[in-house]
């Protein structure tokens, strides 16, 4: 069984540019998330996906993040414009929908963006 | 608010010393807690988890974990090192209505031969 991918695994652009990251989960997976973890500091939660619904986009840290999952399959995480302060690796997980809560979430390699 | 706090950023033993990392959260209501993992070059995978139950959870790998609710705490333990532990551990909380973690700031582990 394939686990979660994530593409590209580095990308570096110019402030004010636009990048677009891609995160596939295990297949039949209903829930995906979006992390991310600036250096020297924790993994932090950006958003959750149930299917293609936003169910908690709650750790986006402003508009110029846009998240989509079109068709409940893979994601994208578009950052436009990019800054200096969005640089960091972006991680992604999925996991079932299993009744009893709690889901174990199965994480990517991750994006490391920088932006310079 | 919701914290994890790993006290110890960056731990150096050597092989076959014992290990005890300190995870302490502050969380309201039944909390899930988990311990991750991320050797070199390699994605986050799960050590182990604690939902309910036995407090005292046996990972992967001879590692375990004791939740203790007075004290908050969720210290990741192994008896023996090896080189091959030598990776970045995280402690993560959750509950059982969001799948939302929030993690520690991560442990470095460093295990010399």
């Known amino acids: 069984e394939a686990g979660v991918t994530q593409f590209p695994s580095h990308s570096v652009i110019e402030k004010g540019q636009t990048v677009t990251l891609r995160c596939d989960p295990i297949?039949?997976?209903?829930?995906l998330y979006w992390y991310r973890r600036v250096m020297g500091k924790e993994i932090k939660f950006l958003l959750h996906?149930?299917?293609?619904?936003?169910?908690?986009e709650s750790g986006m840290p402003n508009n110029r993040f846009l998240a989509e999952r079109t068709g409940g399959t893979y994601s994208t995480l578009k950052v436009q414009p990019a800054e200096l302060e969005d640089s960091g690796v972006y991680f992604c997980a999925s996991s079932q929908n299993l009744p009893s809560g709690g889901n174990e979430q199965y994480f990517g390699p991750g994006t490391r963006l920088t932006v310079t | 608010a919701q914290s994890v706090s790993q006290h110890n950023h960056h731990v150096i033993l050597s092989e076959a010393a014992s290990l005890e990392l300190g995870c302490n959260y502050s969380y309201g209501g039944t909390v899930n807690l988990f311990w991750y993992v991320q050797y070199p070059g390699q994605h986050l995978q799960l050590l182990l988890k604690?939902?309910?139950?036995?407090?005292l959870v046996k990972g992967i790998k001879g590692f375990e974990a004791e939740f203790i609710k007075s004290k908050f705490s969720f210290n990741l333990r192994k008896p023996s090192v090896q080189w091959s532990d030598t990776a970045e551990y995280f402690c993560?909380?959750?509950?059982?209505?969001?799948?939302?973690?929030?993690f520690g700031t991560g442990t470095r582990l460093q295990v010399f031969p």
């Open positions: 604690y939902f309910s139950g036995d407090p």
């Open positions: 996906f149930v299917k293609e619904s936003k169910q908690d």
């Open positions: 297949s039949g997976h209903d829930n």
């Open positions: 993560a909380a959750g509950s059982y209505n969001t799948d939302k973690l929030i």
